[in-house]
């Protein structure tokens, strides 16, 4: 074997020995505190509140329980609901749970079927200081620290279309919805 492979190898061989015996390759560190602070996270709520709300059929009020729709109603509610926000740059969507329109007997084809008309034209909208925006897409501007609740007013606005075809609506002919648990969720979106 040629000589100056022999010692180029056993070099190698005795750095990489002196290399593990010696231990590790010191490097200078150093550390300091900083004061960075605390941060708290926000909140978003939404809570009925004490006053009552009102159903009306155009511009006259209703007793829900004793009106009878039909096809081209557009039935509104309104009711004031208390939302706290806070958060910086706090934007949420608002929707009315379609879950919370539900058939009076979900077996009988025509509740379901009223149901369904109602639910697909359901709208929401909801004003108060502070709120921005057409539902769904809402900007809530923060309440101020500590998150005391400010009030709002949602209106949830219930159609049973009209179409042109006679009879179209048939299938949902003496129908049944409960209304009853009405349900707004907030979600924050950014």
Do not use: C, H
């Not at 809530?140 to 049973?160: H, M, N, W």
């Amino acid at each position: 074997m040629n000589k100056l492979l022999v010692s180029a190898i056993a070099g190698a061989a005795g750095l990489t020995l002196l290399l593990g015996g010696a231990g590790t390759f010191a490097l200078w560190n150093s550390s300091a505190s900083i004061a960075g602070g605390t941060i708290a996270a926000g909140t978003l709520t939404v809570a009925d509140s004490a006053t009552a709300g009102v159903w009306k059929s155009g511009a006259t009020v209703i007793t829900l329980s004793n009106y009878r729709i039909v096809p081209g109603d557009v039935l509104t509610y309104t009711k004031t609901v208390d939302i706290v926000a806070s958060g910086d740059n706090l934007v949420a969507t608002a929707v009315l749970d379609p879950a919370t329109v539900v058939p009076t007997n979900a077996a009988a084809p025509i509740d379901v079927k009223l149901a369904g008309y109602i639910t697909k034209s359901a709208t929401l909208s909801i004003t108060g200081a502070g709120i921005t925006g057409t539902s769904p897409n809402l900007t809530i501007t923060p309440t101020a620290t500590g998150g005391a609740a400010r009030t709002a007013t949602v209106i949830v606005t219930l159609t049973f279309p009209k179409t042109a075809t006679a009879g179209a609506e048939n299938d949902a002919k003496l129908g049944s919805v409960n209304l009853g648990a009405l349900a707004v969720t907030l979600t924050q979106t950014a």
